[in-house]
């Protein structure tokens, strides 16, 4: 029991360390400067400041607006209908995830820039003297964020299609017509992950920093990076983001209610029969729809990103050049990952076990409302001093902003899977005199598989994605690759760039296959 | 007089035959009950009676109107039956005045007699103080009794039952039984019941069909059927 004890409290204690006390630090110190922020205070100031407020808002509204039309219908198509390929095509529409939305950004450039081989050809044919759209500006940033998280809305909705239980639509049935059965039967349902795809997306849109850098859109997370890298003023930063931050820590507490309320049931796999059969005309639509989604989301600018690399010579030089970030990157994201999930599976069994469980998964999901440049500042404060320099010094620092950054993607996850376990089979195995490691091992572990995977696949991707808060921590020697290539697509050759940019989508896809291999080979434990 | 008929129905899954030339037929006001073992394709009879399905040839009647066939498919709503399901299929969402308001409105009962209705049923199953809670808030045999109260809160004169005490405890099963028993004969019902239990079947049921592999094996009066020494080893067998 003690043994426990101590072993929860050290796991809670490292969460504190890593994940709170860089934020206590950076916004304790941020106090300070709100005298100065007030008498500095002066319609100028606050027209910018709105102006910034204002992007980053409509950037963040209509990308979740715009992932949610898309994402919604092929959700739809592939958890409810008999389309043809359905399998392939929903694989081929999560892709776009794979890919970090700066490098969807640049490769949009190539495309709709204002060199752009479609707006030169269009420029052509209609004899203009500037193009109609370029990717630059807030449309452009919306254009690409939508393409980037689109899969998001896609997969948790089309989770709540698939776990709802059929027999409630069939009740329905007997007394509804099939529009009444989905107005008031599956969209309830489905409304708790359809409002979850859209609060994530909604904070990946505010807090993503490259695209909108990329695109030269002033937006709240490129301001608070300029704040501190140009003018050195990092209190006034973490000052700057705190309304935001209380927003955001707004839209976390709604989704803890809907989370509480027991409406999560990610993981239930219940073998679904019950399809909508599609008719021709259905099939071709849905055929069209989806594989027009995945040619701009994918085929396009990773096609582009090819053709600019010109040969496969230039993507060889590209690896080669690139050899040591990217093992540093997979090395880092694979230990990120596979440390996350741990500590997720240790989180959430005592979220799920705690009195104060409400407060506590407030808590763990919190730091998805931090600005990554501002995480960077506090654990610059924290770490970098005499005492814990041989941390800052090394790839240790980085591993700990993956962890702080995207733990809460663990927890969420696993917690939710935590929560369909049935307890009578963990009580059936300890009455069967089996130790509580052998409980683990043999009964939780393969019943939390899917969580698991779900987890640290989707944490590989984002620590090898991750730019805003390496960016200000990185040690000397351990430059990782989204920071290569970020540097590169401002000093770089195009073609060099552009083969560059092809890694990190190999190297999600080969996390990605590697966990699917793991896990259909061990497939018992024992 | 026959009120549901069902005339050599085939259903297959995925390449499995489950009803295999099904032919019955229901009377009115009386409960009829099919017994068989997991797998005989009993659910998926109620489900063709209920119109969530078609089957792949014959054809069902209700009332003398043909309702099924490969061809035709009229759907549930419109076939003035009720079902309580086996997994109950309570919406999580709604609380049980709600799940009863819910269906009256559907039926485009008039505002002003809903509460009304819903007293008399509520009352009827014993679920008065217990109008305001969720699903998630009651107990087995309360939930049982939502969606009987569900079932019958519009008063359509045929309920079909699929196993709806799978889940309960023993002496539950018995209140449960009975209250259906009761309301059965006030609200004058015809009853389709769905089960494997043979002390089930002989307790509630008028009329007893016995189906596997997907065929109807033995039908008859289930007093008949118990006092006719011709059944006895088969009813041995079957328990």
């Known amino acids: 029991m003690l043994k426990k004890r101590v072993f929860y409290s050290t796991v809670i204690f490292l969460f504190f360390i ?43 509204f209509f990308t979740s607006l715009f992932s949610l039309i898309i994402g919604a219908p092929l959700a739809f198509l592939f958890s409810r209908t008999n389309l043809y390929f359905g399998k392939i095509i929903k694989f081929l ?13 640049y490769a949009w450039i190539f495309i709709l820039g204002k060199k752009g081989f479609l707006n030169t050809a269009l420029m052509k044919i209609f004899s203009m003297q500037e193009p109609i759209f370029t990717i630059y500006g807030i449309k452009g940033v919306i254009f690409v964020l939508t393409l980037s998280y689109f899969p998001v809305v896609m997969f948790l909705i089309s989770i709540g299609l698939e776990s709802a239980d059929p027999t409630l639509e069939d009740a329905c049935s007997l007394y509804r017509s099939k529009l009444g059965v989905t107005r008031w039967i599956t969209f309830p349902l489905v409304s708790p992950y359809l409002i979850a795809g859209i609060i994530f997306t ?27 890298s140009s003018f050195y003023n990092e209190s006034r930063a973490a000052l700057n983001s705190l309304p935001i931050l209380l927003f955001i820590l707004f839209l976390i507490v709604f989704l803890s209610r809907k989370w509480e309320k027991g409406f999560f049931a990610i993981f239930i796999t219940k073998d679904r029969k019950r399809f909508v059969k599609l008719g021709n005309w259905g099939q071709a639509l849905g055929l069209i729809f989806s594989l027009l989604v995945i040619f701009l989301s994918f085929a396009l600018p990773i096609g582009e990103l090819m053709f600019q690399s010109r040969s496969l010579k230039v993507i060889i030089a590209a690896l080669k050049a690139s050899a040591k970030p990217i093992t540093t990157s997979f090395l880092l994201a694979f230990i990120s990952a596979s440390l996350i999930v741990i500590l997720s599976l240790i989180l959430s069994s005592l979220l799920n076990k705690s009195k104060f469980s409400l407060f506590f998964r407030i808590a763990a999901i919190l730091p998805l409302g931090i600005p990554g440049s501002i995480l960077g500042l506090g654990l610059i404060k924290l770490w970098n001093n005499e005492l814990t320099g041989f941390i800052y010094s090394s790839f240790l620092i980085i591993i700990i902003v ?3 950054r995207f733990i809460p993607y663990g927890i969420l996850a696993l917690y939710s899977n935590l929560k369909q376990v049935d307890n009578n089979l963990q009580d059936a195995a300890a009455l069967s005199g089996a130790s509580q490691f052998k ?18 696949v989707i944490t590989f991707i984002l620590c090898l994605g991750e730019l805003s808060s390496t960016v200000l921590v990185v040690p000397p020697g351990h430059e990782t690759l989204s920071l290569r290539i970020y540097s590169l697509m401002h000093y770089g050759e195009s073609s060099l760039i552009a083969a560059a940019s092809l890694i990190p989508l190999l190297l999600s896809l080969s996390g990605f296959l590697f966990i699917k291999i793991i896990f259909a080979k061990v497939k018992r434990w024992r | 007089m026959e009120i549901i008929k069902v005339l050599n129905l085939i259903k297959t899954y995925e390449n499995r035959l489950i009803l295999n030339k099904l032919s019955l037929s229901l009377e009115e006001n009386k409960t009829s009950v099919i017994v068989g073992p997991s797998g005989s394709g009993k659910t998926t009879l109620l489900r063709l009676i209920a119109g969530f399905e078609k089957p792949d040839s014959g054809e069902i009647y209700i009332n003398q109107k043909k309702v099924n066939s490969p061809k035709i498919l009229v759907p549930p709503r419109k076939r003035g039956i009720s079902m309580v399901f086996q997994s109950l299929a309570l919406w999580p969402h709604m609380t049980v005045k709600e799940h009863l308001a819910f269906v009256l409105k559907a039926k485009k009962i008039l505002k002003k007699n809903i509460p009304e209705k819903i007293n008399k049923i509520s009352g009827l199953v014993g679920l008065k103080d217990h109008l305001k809670k969720y699903p998630s808030q009651l107990s087995g045999g309360e939930k049982q009794r939502v969606a009987v109260a569900r079932a019958l809160v519009l008063e359509d004169p045929i309920l079909l039952l699929d196993e709806p005490l799978s889940h309960i405890h023993p002496k539950l099963k018995k209140d449960i039984l009975n209250l259906i028993k009761e309301l059965k004969s006030e609200l004058n019902l015809t009853l389709l019941y769905v089960t494997h239990h043979l002390n089930e079947a002989l307790f509630i049921g008028d009329k007893l069909f016995f189906i596997d592999e997907g065929k109807l094996t033995i039908e008859g009066d289930s007093r008949d059927m118990v006092n006719d020494p011709r059944y006895k080893n088969f009813f041995i067998d079957v328990i």
């Not at chain 1, 916004?27 to 205070?41: D, H, M, N, P, T």
């Not at chain 1, 999560?94 to 700066?102: C, K, S």
């Not at chain 1, 909604?202 to 501190?228: H, K, M, P, T, W």
């Not at chain 1, 409980?439 to 640290?456: S, T, V």
Request: glycine share 4%.
């Open chain 1, 18 to 60: 890593i994940v709170f006390l860089p934020l206590v630090l950076v916004f304790g110190s941020s106090f300070k400067e709100i005298g100065s922020a007030l008498s500095s205070f002066n319609m100028n100031s606050l027209k910018e400041k709105f102006v910034i407020i204002s992007n980053s808002f409509a950037i963040a």
């Open chain 1, 93 to 105: 529409c999560i892709i776009p995830f794979f890919i970090p939305p700066y490098i969807q950004a």
């Open chain 1, 439 to 456: 409980m683990n091992r043999d009964i939780l572990i393969p019943l939390l598989k899917p969580g698991i995977k779900f987890a640290w």
């Open chain 1, 202 to 228: 909604f904070i990946f849109a505010f807090s993503q920093f490259g695209v909108s850098a990329l695109l030269e859109v002033r937006s709240y997370s490129v301001d608070l990076f300029a704040q501190i």
């Open chain 1, 402 to 404: 993956y962890i702080a």
